[in-house]
């Protein structure tokens, strides 16, 4: 394998959550990877918007948006994808940045919130949100970093699953409150 085709992203299509700047980054890096697609899955008041950049671009056979989808298939898009590309830049949680660590995707997204809190460099790639021009270079070289590293995107999945597993299951999450309830109960 020498390069990924598929860059995956999605969410409820807001302005805040910076499916522009996946856009604009992915221009970019599609100019010198040409393979490649770039799918956005969810609805929102960004959609018209961001078919404008996208029709801007000529990016009509590159760039794919898919309206709000099933959670089955949303995860099995993610799965099949090599990255997921979420430049939000504010969320709070970000619980698509943990569905797709656990599917073993790795994640690039922007050191802001919560995404930069479930991604480690063991799993994932963080841009600095300096300005929107060095983001948008930043978020393509950390696309061309994945494309040329297949080994790299490897080890990332699988570092994202096992985070997942040990951080976010059900049992890493309850015996993480019951030492809080121990030590609550301790004092």
């Not at 802001?112 to 021009?133: D, L, R």
Request: charged share 20%.
């Amino acid at each position: 394998m020498t390069g990924f085709p598929s860059v995956f992203t999605a969410g409820t299509l807001i302005r805040i959550k910076g499916f522009g700047l996946a856009v604009k980054a992915f221009k970019q890096f599609v100019e010198k990877h040409p393979g490649s697609r770039l799918t956005i899955a969810g609805g929102g008041p960004e959609e018209l918007r961001l078919r404008q950049l996208i029709h801007k671009f000529g990016l009509e056979n590159k760039v794919e948006l898919l309206g709000p989808i099933p959670r089955n298939q949303l995860m099995d898009r993610m799965a099949s994808s090599d990255v997921l590309l979420f430049p939000s830049l504010r969320d709070g949680g970000g619980a698509v940045v943990v569905e797709a660590l656990a599917a073993g995707t790795p994640v690039l997204c922007l050191d802001v919130g919560g995404p930069a809190m479930h991604v480690s460099e063991e799993c994932g790639i963080k841009v600095n949100p300096s300005t929107p021009h060095e983001s948008i270079e930043d978020l393509a070289q950390g696309l061309t970093l994945l494309h040329d590293d297949p080994e790299l995107r490897q080890r990332m999945g699988e570092a994202g699953r096992r985070k997942v597993a040990e951080t976010y299951s059900w049992d890493a999450l309850g015996n993480r409150l019951m030492s809080i309830y121990d030590s609550a109960m301790a004092m």
